[in-house]
């Protein structure tokens, strides 16, 4: 417990400590490999950063990840040498934070921003086309929480 204001609060990492192990376990398990995948499985993830360079040589080196930053100028693809793959971008002037934002493929970008909508999220990046690959947008849920979409083509 960490002591915040005369009070004791329970520290994120033993929180996290309590749970995690519950949930490594129901995915490591062979039994749960069998046949199961998950829907609209995550498919894309990006890193937007104040300074790209910096962060593509730290996640390279911590991860060994191959960057290519020549295939489309401004936007680093990352392979990390197994799925989902990412992109390395540098935080626009418009933009809260960096941050670390997940990709969810979808069949209907439509269906499911009009459905997050119902439900009380907020479209932030409409259905934007990306040539030859498909579309993506995203979406803050009702706590604020960013989340993207992809609809390949």
């Given at each position: ?123 932030i990046v409409p259905k934007t086309p990306i040539p030859g690959h498909g579309q993506f947008a995203m979406f803050t849920d009702p706590e ?10």
């Amino acid at each position: 417990m960490a002591q915040v204001g005369g009070t004791a609060k329970p520290q994120l990492g033993s929180e996290i400590a309590r749970w995690l192990p519950l949930v490594w376990g129901q995915h490591s398990s062979k039994a749960n490999e069998r046949e199961k995948t998950m829907p609209n499985p995550l498919c894309h993830f990006e890193l937007m950063t104040n300074d790209p360079a910096k962060c593509m040589k730290f996640y390279s080196e911590i991860f060994d990840w191959k960057l290519d930053d020549v295939s489309m100028p401004g936007y680093t693809l990352v392979n990390t040498g197994a799925e989902p793959g990412g992109g390395i971008f540098p935080k626009p002037p418009h933009a809260p934070g960096v941050c670390l934002n997940v990709y969810f493929m979808v069949e209907s970008i439509d269906a499911t921003l009009a459905k997050a909508n119902q439900l009380g999220a907020t479209t932030i990046v409409p259905k934007t086309p990306i040539p030859g690959h498909g579309q993506f947008a995203m979406f803050t849920d009702p706590e604020g929480i960013a989340v993207g979409l992809f609809q390949p083509q």
